[in-house]
Nanobody, 113 residues
Framework: QVQLVESGGGLVQAGGSLRLSCAAS????????MGWYRQAPGRQRESVAL???????NYADSVKGRFTISMDNAKNTLSLQMNSLKPEDTAVYYC???????WGQGTQVTVSS
């Protein structure tokens, strides 16, 4: 069974940057639409960014122009470059595919004002 492992979260001041990474076994990424999701306390999990195997991307309005999703099939790695972070970006960030597989543990991103 494929396992997703997210990393790269942390505490950053507003306006700062973080780069998240997601690793999976095998050639999983190249076969699926991949995405980053986040869940803030008391809120439902939401889609942040999606990328297809042809590198077509889609972003939530709240992160357009600030976040960039990318996929390195050779390294089996999915990344999310987050710039100009805002306190409202604070959440646990997860990666997953479409169709979904079991969620990983996620990585905490905290943006202080």
């Amino acid at each position: 069974q494929v396992q997703l492992v997210e990393s790269g979260g942390g505490l950053v001041q507003a306006g700062g940057s973080l780069r998240l990474s997601c690793a999976a076994s095998g050639s999983f990424f190249s076969r699926n639409v991949m995405g980053w999701y986040r869940q803030a306390p008391g809120r439902q999990r939401e889609s942040v960014a999606l990328i297809s195997s042809s590198n077509s991307t889609n972003y939530a309005d709240s992160v357009k122009g600030r976040f960039t999703i990318s996929m390195d099939n050779a390294k089996n790695t999915l990344s999310l470059q987050m710039n100009s972070l805002k306190p409202e970006d604070t959440a646990v960030y997860y990666c997953n595919s479409i169709p979904r597989i079991p969620w990983g543990q996620g990585t905490q991103v905290t943006v202080s004002s």
